[in-house]
């Protein structure tokens, strides 16, 4: 199966986990997607948990983001193997 980020669409891409709905809201292993860690990064670095888990709950909802949109049409253009630097980003992992 080609592996392809849920996101951004770019495949042969490393792929991480996300939790839709962050594990401290209530979020069960249903609600993950896999996503490059390039896109992860973004959506940890513009949301807050409770943000992902009140309105970003799906990746349709992530997608029509405004502020993901920007991103995405930026990643999308950038080859996989390029490690993007994510300005502001907290760091912030699902777990
Ligand atoms: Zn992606
Ligand atoms: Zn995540």
């Given at each position: 199966?080609?592996?392809?980020?849920?996101?951004?669409?770019?495949?042969?891409?490393?792929?991480?986990?996300?939790?839709?709905?962050?594990?401290?809201?209530?979020?069960?292993?249903?609600?993950?997607?896999?996503?490059?860690?390039?896109?992860?990064?973004?959506?940890?670095?513009?949301?807050?948990?409770?943000?992902?888990?009140?309105?970003l709950?799906?990746?349709?909802?992530?997608?029509?983001?405004?502020?993901?949109?920007?991103?995405?049409?930026?990643?999308?253009?950038?080859?996989?193997?390029?490690?993007?630097?994510?300005a502001?980003?907290?760091d912030?992992?699902?777990?």
């Amino acid at each position: 199966m080609e592996k392809r980020c849920e996101l951004c669409e770019r495949s042969d891409i490393k792929l991480t986990k996300h939790h839709l709905i962050p594990r401290e809201e209530g979020g069960t292993e249903k609600d993950i997607v896999m996503i490059c860690s390039d896109c992860h990064r973004q959506i940890h670095a513009s949301y807050s948990n409770q943000e992902l888990a009140l309105r970003l709950f799906s990746i349709e909802a992530l997608k029509s983001d405004e502020k993901l949109k920007k991103f995405i049409r930026f990643i999308k253009k950038q080859p996989a193997s390029k490690r993007i630097s994510i300005a502001k980003s907290r760091d912030r992992k699902c777990k």
